[in-house]
């Protein structure tokens, strides 16, 4: 029953422009890296694709007001490969636009739901994953101490290593950025 309301709450809370990190810690934390990284993959890539759908049949007009001129020179890319390019952004952890704004960006490229899910199912992967992983450190680590000291949790190999693959994706995001998404 926990999981079904914590699918729920995700799919919900991304639905209402939450960000991702907090729940992704979280059910690294309730379920493990493993459950964790799926029940959050399924229900934020639902919660994405909600908004999304949300945002294109309502807010349609609006957002391509609000942002086409941002990002006209992406349209025609996006447009002639938008499973690609979306998973691309996708994986790179959405180039730092914010969470709710990575999922109602796609409006103005006209991504189908498709490939808007399954980019999205694709691409989260890596980074939850990692997530993940810190929550459930974090329980092992609270689980196992004696006493909690920040130092000692940081250092501890269950929070550097994924912390260290975080900064690797970082780093690759960045690569990603400047090699297909600027001119």
């Known amino acids: 029953i926990n999981l079904v309301i914590f699918f729920i709450f ?3 809370w991304v639905m209402l422009l939450g960000f991702g990190s907090p729940i992704l810690i979280l059910s690294g934390i309730v379920f493990g890296k493993w459950i964790g990284t799926l029940i959050s993959l399924i229900s934020i890539s639902i919660g994405s694709l909600c908004l999304y759908i949300i945002g294109n049949y309502f807010f349609s007009e609006l957002i391509n007001k609000i942002l086409k001129n941002k990002f006209t020179k992406f349209i025609e890319r ?3 490969n938008e499973f690609y390019y979306f998973l691309a ?3 790179a952890g959405g180039l730092g636009i914010p969470f709710g704004l990575q999922n109602l960006l796609p409006v ?4 189908k739901n498709h490939n808007y899910f399954l980019a999205s199912f694709f691409g989260f992967i890596p980074h939850f994953f990692i997530w993940n992983a810190i929550g459930a450190g974090i329980n092992n680590f609270i ?9 000692n949790l940081i250092m501890s190999k269950e929070i550097y290593v994924p912390i260290l693959i975080f900064m690797i ?3 690759f995001s960045l690569l990603i950025k400047k090699k297909f998404f600027n001119d």
Do not use: H, T, V
């Open 143 to 151: 689980k196992e101490a004696d006493e909690f000291s920040m130092l």
């Open 108 to 111: 103005i490229f006209k991504i």
């Open 78 to 80: 996006f447009q002639n």
């Open 169 to 171: 994706f970082f780093a």
């Open 89 to 91: 952004f996708r994986a």
């Open 10 to 12: 995700s799919a919900l």
